[in-house]
């Protein structure tokens, strides 16, 4: 999206009373794009739906979500940072990689009133990157993190043919267990943990926070990566990350945060207003 677009050149969002609610859960939430790009969605394919992002604290959430079932036109939430993992908690069904790694970043309201939650951030990475001409099969993945965008990540990326993978992450022990539960479906791919050299990596793929706020360590040294490998953020604010800056300084090519929820917006609009 332009940062010199106005506001009149925004699609305009009905709301009324069949307007269906859909919550970003996020905490901090000044950060968020993707309301942006799913209320346009809903208002250029006529959907009834509206997306806003709720600031909500880590210790705010079951009361939140004894909320969500209470108020009838909410039809499915959107979770983000801090909430991925927690929010699994809460459903009454997972389905697919969420069931499998017990993390979820969306959540459908059943008719019956069941919280039914999925995980679309590895599809709509994967996506993203093959919007962009990247395919990740045969690629050797550097990849940073072990929580729950990283893992749906790394499942999707593995899923679609990338052969071997390296993960850098504070916790050294989060990292081996998320081999663990990759090898168990992936056995065929080469894993290492804290890899010490970053030669041999032609993706590398930052799925941590890191870069959401200035003065971040980076997540890996880009300069210590091969010089035909690309650089790929999850993090959508700010644009482009000192990760991203850095690596685009040394001739790498970078792929941005936003690409992701541009690719998983149909989905995530698809999945919380859909009928059962």
Request: charge should be neutral; hydrophobic fraction near 45%.
């Amino acid at each position: 999206m332009d940062n010199n677009t106005t506001q009149t050149d925004q699609p305009t969002v009905r709301v009324d009373g069949h307007t269906r609610l859909v919550p970003l859960l996020a905490y901090p939430s000044a950060h968020v794009r993707t309301p942006a790009f799913f209320n346009r969605h809903c208002v250029e394919h006529g959907i009834a739906a509206v997306m806003l992002p709720w600031k909500l604290a880590p210790d705010g959430l079951a009361a939140a979500m004894q909320a969500v079932r209470q108020i009838d036109n909410i039809s499915g939430l959107v979770v983000t940072i801090p909430h991925k993992q927690e929010m699994a908690r809460y459903c009454d069904v997972l389905e697919g990689t969420a069931a499998r790694i017990q993390v979820c970043n969306v959540v459908r309201k059943a008719r019956d009133g069941r919280l039914v939650g999925r995980m679309l951030d590895g599809l709509g990475f994967v996506q993203g990157l093959r919007d962009q001409g990247i395919d990740p099969a045969g690629r050797h993945v550097l990849l940073a993190g072990a929580g729950g965008a990283a893992t749906a990540v790394a499942f999707e990326l593995l899923a679609s043919g990338a052969t071997a993978l390296g993960i850098v992450n504070r916790s050294v022990d989060k990292a081996e267990e998320l081999v663990g539960l990759l090898r168990a479906a992936f056995p065929a791919v080469r894993y290492t943990v804290a890899p010490r050299e970053l030669q041999g990596y032609d993706l590398a793929v930052n799925a941590t926070a890191l870069g959401m706020h200035a003065g971040d360590a980076l997540p890996f040294d880009p300069d210590r990566l091969d010089s035909g490998a690309t650089v790929a953020e999850v993090v959508m604010q700010p644009d482009t990350t000192a990760l991203l800056q850095r690596a685009a300084a040394r001739g790498l090519r970078i792929h941005k945060g936003v690409h992701m929820v541009t690719a998983q917006v149909r989905l995530l609009v698809e999945f919380t207003t859909a009928p059962d």
